[in-house]
T-cell receptor, first 115, second 109 residues
Framework: DTEVTQTPKHLVMGMTNKKSLKCEQHMGHRAMYWYKQKAKKPPELMFVYSYEKLSINESVPSRFSPECPNSSLLNLHLHALQPEDSALYLC??????????????FGEGSRLTVL | GQSLEQPSEVTAVEGAIVQINCTYQTSGFYGLSWYQQHDGGAPTFLSYNALDGLEETGRFSSFLSRSDSYGYLLLQELQMKDSASYFCADNTGGFKTIFGAGTRLFVKA
């Protein structure tokens, strides 16, 4: 199994809603990532979990709250988002340090629209 | 700072060869990766160069020259399905992968 699975694929939410994005991988990877991607732009790193501990937070607003319940699962909790947060949210995993092997495995993404 | 520069668009015809260049200015550069992303899809890893030289994977090859802070992705025997965005990325040796702005490749019949 070489997949990273993300749900939901599409999400529309109001600015007062609370929702969560979910990500799952069964490749035994110990690093998991959340990226945000706007149209025609590269992915931007948001959070990194290594061995289920938060390693990197790229100064992401607190309305985004990551959670890593176990080595296979990664969640992104969303609350009080703004319309400018509308984007494709990509989950990724790597065997270890992405720099060691150079490869990130990405999920198909959750396309979020904030009204 | 860290930055990777690549052309915004490249157009080529089916069956041709195209080269997408990437120059970088990053502190602590570790290695250069290449990703392909079709519209509406996920980025997919294509290749990785940790050392200078050419890496070949089927129709795709990637090259790195550390002394020139330069790399490229070479796509041979272009097919319509190769129309996509291509990103070069610096792995920085850690968890933080820095992506270039991306090159949109248009393959014409």
């Amino acid at each position: 199994d070489t997949e990273v699975t993300q749900t939901p694929k599409h999400l529309v939410m109001g600015m007062t809603n609370k929702k969560s994005l979910k990500c799952e991988q069964h490749m035994g990877h110990r690093a998991m990532y959340w990226y945000k991607q706007k149209a025609k732009k590269p992915p931007e790193l948001m959070f990194v979990y290594s061995y289920e501990k938060l390693s990197i937070n790229e100064s992401v607003p607190s309305r985004f709250s990551p959670e890593c319940p176990n080595s296979s699962l990664l969640n992104l909790h969303l609350h009080a988002l703004q319309p400018e947060d509308s984007a494709l949210y990509l989950c990724a995993s790597s065997r270890g340090l992405a720099g060691s092997f150079g490869e990130l495995f990405f999920g198909e993404g959750s396309r979020l629209t904030v009204l | 700072g860290q930055s990777l520069e690549q052309p915004s668009e490249v157009t080529a015809v089916e069956g041709a060869i195209v080269q997408i260049n990437c120059t970088y200015q990053t502190s602590g550069f570790y290695g250069l990766s290449w990703y392909q992303q079709h519209d509406g899809g996920a980025p997919t890893f294509l290749s990785y160069n940790a050392l200078d030289g050419l890496e070949e994977t089927g129709r795709f090859s990637s090259f790195l020259s550390r002394s020139d802070s330069y790399g490229y992705l070479l796509l041979q025997e272009l097919q319509m399905k190769d129309s996509a965005s291509y990103f070069c990325a610096d792995n920085t040796g850690g968890f933080k992968t820095i992506f270039g702005a991306g090159t949109r490749l248009f393959v014409k019949a």
